[in-house]
């Protein structure tokens, strides 16, 4: 959408925006801020924005006090192969939904979006017992297929509203020169596609990454535990370690912002080369 | 053709999904003790292949640095006891009812448990007998008292872990400052002492703290209740919430808060930021455990007795054995069991853990070490040492405390009954005579 | 007006499903159509199996234990028909949290989409430093569920917290002030994090959506001389519909579902006023040892949001119909 720019809406443009980075970037000024503080400023009253001395020291004790980098290559591993395995079962089922008319698509949609109306609080029980028949229980292949399972459901539904709102004459003219339905999906939908699929693929990962309660019920190796999980360390009985907590937690949250930073390019060219062609 | 490639191409998602399922089996063969996978994975079962008996053990965090000590004994368990393999799990307070609770529906409860009560699973008869898996040696060494509050008509079901005990702490300087001497006595003197130091700070400092939180607001009631000359039972053990002490302690929690005295949130705020508050000294007087005080605090306090009655509050969480029928060999199980519980209350080990968590023991001999050999062992995360003193005064204090009534079937019931009772009557949407009498039919009517 | 009209059949064209061309094309061979009425399942395969195994097995043990006596300790003590969910209707609690929950789903879903699709619009724009922004947007989302709410917990506290450090040090509040006097407050306070981390999921879908309008269409409506609200309207509205509506009925799922938040700020607190559906039975089923009614009360939000989805699922089916 592009309008024709006086200068008052260019000023409530960038007032806007930068009204919300500041209220969105203010819960990591807190997070680096009070992590760099020492516990006397932490809880004072009327005490000063910034440290009076900052304690650069706390960012490095994380790595030493627990096993921060191998909860961080977990939750990588984690997220990453569910996200992976969502997509690879996720896309031929959008391509039906969307390109094909069969019957019991109606109810295979329905059921899709049914099973989502749980959370994964209410099933904790369920899948306990049932990774237990399975052997999963402790192991991040576990984790990686429920992720899976539970956004699948946001996968298929992101995608087919992707490749529905794609016209599908592309794909049969390329059917025409002679492609499969396999490499028409491939060659012609799923680069136009693109905007969609990245979309789903930044959903899924952070899902995944952010998945809380399953890992913790699940996973009981130290070794095996998730950053969202393995943070716990710095929130035991007697003492919560705030400093550390916060510390840990900004590193928890560089690697999304990588990955984001790595796709944003095809979202931006899914931009220039999107010509849906009608 | 077409529809061909589309076939292999399902297919090959299929594949790849399955052989993730079968493929990963080994994967998990990287959980940190294992020597046979399928243990491992499936750890209450037991039967794996080798000669082994596995025993899983679920510890509850005490501090930032639990996960450390109990890998450091599972080396030395395992190294001392080669039949045994020993997994240790760690979890924290905040999830270790719901983890606990899921693997009991799922029937995969551990072999031992540290938690904080019993009473439910005695019920539904899950656990062993603390006399089957104790060696007389361990019966000995456990504090008496702590032995038999761990008893429900006669049998012992479970072992304290550790004790601790609560009293009150007050940061003398600020009250001194505000032209109190001494530390508060009396419920009177609470007040008073609360309102000269807001008269005198003003909004900068938070004269009282208060904890009615779902976390732990049982522990405020016992505070109130119990030195109002009331609490959870009477004298015949039988349930008495709604007696007048019980009420007039509960409308007192209220006067606090209405007064102003206490910190913004007490129904959820937690007892852990209460307590770092203290030690960074803007807040002026609490209740809490004897090791509340952060080690760097400059803070300079004194720690008394609960004003009224003296009544602390003692907490003594427990271990306790669950029975497993589908064990293999029973008896090398209990042995096993048996030989944990050796291990573990060994003096010298026992007494080290305590220093590294900072509780009080629940054994004889450790207290009787403690009193004069802390310093030989390291506080948990740090190069500081025990202090002998320490565990002199407050094992001292330990026979002045009383305790929850875990052993009555109805306490988890009863423990969130009294918080809503508190935060409904501090919400002022009820009063607190209502409240408990409301609370006691339900319970005892 | 008759460009406008003409603007609002072209995405419907593009919409259409391509099927009815293809059945046309290929000839109605017996095995043929065989694999053709075969084919679709086959795609649908590893969704179904992957989602039957490992979401409908807990699923079913849900509403088993819903209908069952499970002991204090978890122990299954044999079925007690609708015992469970009597219990659950007589608390006054349950009230108040079933009406928290409409609320929370309604102020936070409503307005993480009107500020996700105004974000949207304008990261779409041409502006300096829009990269930025755009990576910006998604740091509430990147950030663990239950760091965001730790950290917001900090923030709102009223003694010690981050947010009247802030005002106190800028000038603007002279004595701190207590932003969570109340249990509203609280829970006004739950649905501002819910919105904070909800809005980035609305802006790239809205985001994504906008990339797939032609734009001529915009060059259509230039020549036509439509108005900036017109072209809001006409065109760029009724065009991200698709992506849209599937980020809202995901978001009301995902919302009504969620459970870090609301858990980690007030655990429900005080008094059980500001419990969700989710958190209220999680506080049940762990902290009161209430299993069987915790799935109780969860069958029922299933229910609701079931009712809630059937409704737009026949909405949509219809409107499908209808191209």
């Not at chain 1, 024709?4 to 000024?29: D, E, G, W």
């Not at chain 1, 899709?112 to 229980?137: D, H």
């Not at chain 3, 009425?37 to 819903?66: A, C, D, H, K, N």
């Not at chain 3, 762990?286 to 079931?306: C, H, K, M, P």
Request: glycine share 6%; proline share 4%; charged share 15%.
């Amino acid at each position: 959408m592009r309008t024709k720019k006086n200068p008052i809406t260019r000023a409530a443009l960038y007032l806007f925006v930068f009204v919300v980075c500041v209220i969105i970037l203010y819960p990591y000024f807190v997070m680096f801020t009070t992590a760099a503080k020492s516990n006397d400023e932490m809880y004072a009253i009327g005490g000063s924005l910034l440290p009076s001395v900052w304690n650069w020291s706390v960012f490095v004790e994380i790595w030493q006090d627990a096993p921060v980098f191998q909860y961080l290559m977990n939750s990588l591993i984690v997220a990453g192969g569910a996200t992976l395995l969502a997509i690879l079962c996720g896309i031929p089922a959008a391509y039906a939904l969307s390109r094909m008319r069969f019957k019991g698509k109606g109810i295979f949609m329905g059921a899709v979006i049914m099973s989502q109306m749980f959370s994964p609080v209410v099933l904790l029980v369920g899948i306990y017992r049932l990774m237990t028949n399975m052997g999963l229980t402790n192991s991040l292949l576990g984790l990686v297929l429920l992720n899976a399972a539970f956004n699948q459901a946001f996968a298929i539904w992101l995608l087919r509203g992707t490749f529905t709102s794609i016209s599908s004459e592309m794909e049969q003219a390329a059917k025409i020169d002679g492609c499969g339905t396999v490499q028409a999906l491939i060659r012609v939908l799923l680069p136009v596609a693109a905007p969609g699929i990245v979309t789903t693929l930044i959903f899924v990962f952070i899902n995944a990454w952010n998945e809380y309660t399953i890992a913790l019920t699940l996973i009981s190796s130290d070794t095996l535990k998730p950053i969202t999980v393995g943070i716990n360390v710095f929130y035991g009985f007697n003492f919560i370690k705030w400093q550390h907590l916060f510390a840990t937690s900004i590193f928890a949250t560089i690697p999304v912002i990588i990955l984001f930073l790595c796709i944003e390019k095809h979202l931006v060219s899914g931009l220039t080369s999107g010509g849906v062609k009608g | 053709m077409k529809k061909i490639l589309a076939m292999l191409l399902a297919l090959a998602m299929m594949l790849s999904l399955f052989a993730c399922g079968s493929g990963g089996t080994p994967s998990d063969g990287d959980s940190k003790t294992s020597t046979a996978p399928t243990e491992t994975k499936q750890p209450d079962q037991q039967q794996g292949g080798g000669d082994k008996t596995a025993i899983n053990v679920i510890i509850s965090q005490y501090g930032n640095y639990t996960q450390e000590w109990w890998t450091q004994f599972e080396k030395d368990f395992e190294a001392a006891n080669d039949t045994v393999d020993l997994n240790i799990e760690i979890v924290s307070w905040n999830d270790i009812y719901s983890v606990v609770s899921t693997r009991i529906q799922s029937k995969q409860q551990p072999d031992i448990l540290n938690i904080s009560g019993f009473a439910d699973y005695v019920n539904d008869d899950l656990l062993m007998k603390a006399e089957d898996y104790t060696s007389e040696e361990v019966q000995k060494k456990i504090i008496p008292s702590f032995w038999e509050s761990n008893a429900i008509d006669g049998t012992v079901w479970a072992l304290p872990i550790l004790a601790s005990c609560r009293s009150l702490f007050c940061n003398m300087d600020l009250l001194n400052e505000a032209g109190v001497t001494e530390a508060p006595k009396t419920w009177d003197d609470v007040l008073t002492a609360c309102q000269a130091v807001k008269d005198k700070f003003g909004d900068s400092i938070v004269p009282w703290g208060l904890d009615i939180s779902t976390d732990e607001g049982q522990a405020a009631f016992s505070y109130y209740s119990w030195n109002f000359g009331g609490g959870f039972v009477d004298a015949n053990g039988d349930w008495a919430l709604n007696s007048a002490e019980n009420v007039q302690a509960v409308e007192y929690i209220k006067k606090l808060i209405d007064s102003g005295y206490c910190n913004s949130a007490p129904y959820t705020d937690t007892r852990y930021p209460l307590q770092d508050a203290f030690s960074a000294g803007t807040l002026a007087m609490m209740i809490g455990p004897m090791n509340m005080v952060k080690a760097d605090s400059t803070v300079n306090y004194q720690s008394s007795s609960i004003p009224g009655k003296g009544i602390g509050l003692g907490v003594c969480d427990q271990l306790m054995v669950f029975k497993n029928d589908a064990a293999p060999d029973q008896d090398a199980r209990t042995a096993a069991i048996k030989a944990f519980f050796d291990f573990f209350y060994d003096c010298e080990r026992y007494s080290d853990y305590m220093v590294y968590e900072g509780f009080l023991p629940a054994t004889l001999d450790s207290s009787d070490y403690l009193a004069s050999n802390a310093e030989k062992h390291k506080v948990g995360g740090s190069d500081a040492t025990g202090d002998s003193e320490y565990f002199k005064t407050f094992c001292a204090q330990l026979p002045d405390c009383q305790f929850y009534p875990m052993q009555k079937s109805e306490w988890m019931d009863v423990r969130n009954g009294v918080i809503s009772a508190e935060q409904n009557v501090c919400q002022g949407s009820i009063s607190a005579q209502d409240a408990l009498d409301n609370l006691q039919n339900e319970i005892a009517g | 007006m008759k460009e406008s009209t003409k603007l609002r059949t072209n995405p419907e064209q593009k919409a259409e499903p391509s099927t009815p061309n293809r059945n046309q094309a290929a000839p109605p061979k017996n095995h043929a159509s065989l694999k053709r009425r075969v084919e679709p399942y086959i795609w649908l395969l590893p969704s179904i199996v992957m989602m039957g195994v490992l979401i409908l097995i807990p699923i079913i043990t849900v509403f088993q234990t819903s209908f069952s006596e499970i002991s204090k300790a978890g122990v299954f003590k044999g079925f007690n028909g609708v015992d469970n969910y009597l219990w659950i209707f007589k608390q006054a609690a349950f009230r108040t949290t079933l009406k928290n929950t409409v609320v929370w789903t309604v102020v936070v879903v409503g307005l993480s989409t009107i500020i996700g699709i105004v974000l949207g619009l304008v990261l779409n724009e041409k502006f300096h430093g829009r990269k930025i922004v755009r990576a910006i947007v998604v740091f509430p989302w990147a950030t663990a569920l239950i760091i965001q709410s730790v950290v917001w917990k900090y923030i709102i506290n009223a003694d010690y917290g981050a947010l009247n450090n802030l005002l106190y040090n800028l000038g603007i509040i002279k004595s701190y002030v207590n932003w969570t006097a109340t249990p509203q407050a609280f829970f006004a306070w739950e649905c501002f994090v819910g919105i904070l981390v909800t809005v980035p999921f609305v802006t790239f879908c809205v985001l994504s959506g906008l990339q797939s309008i032609d734009t001529s269409l915009y060059e259509a409506a230039d020549v036509d001389g439509a108005s900036f609200w017109d072209r809001l309207f006409r065109v760029t509205l009724p065009l991200l519909m698709p992506s849209l509506t599937v980020s809202t009925v995901l978001n009301i799922i995902y919302v009504f579902n969620s459970f870090p938040i609301v858990w980690t700020i007030s655990k429900g607190d005080p008094a059980d006023q500001t419990h969700t559906l989710v958190t209220y039975l999680y506080k049940l089923s762990f902290t009161n040892q209430r299993v069987g009614e915790a799935a109780a009360v969860s069958v029922v939000g299933f229910v609701i949001l079931a009712f809630c989805a059937s409704i737009y699922m026949v909405m949509t089916l219809r409107a499908e119909k209808e191209e």
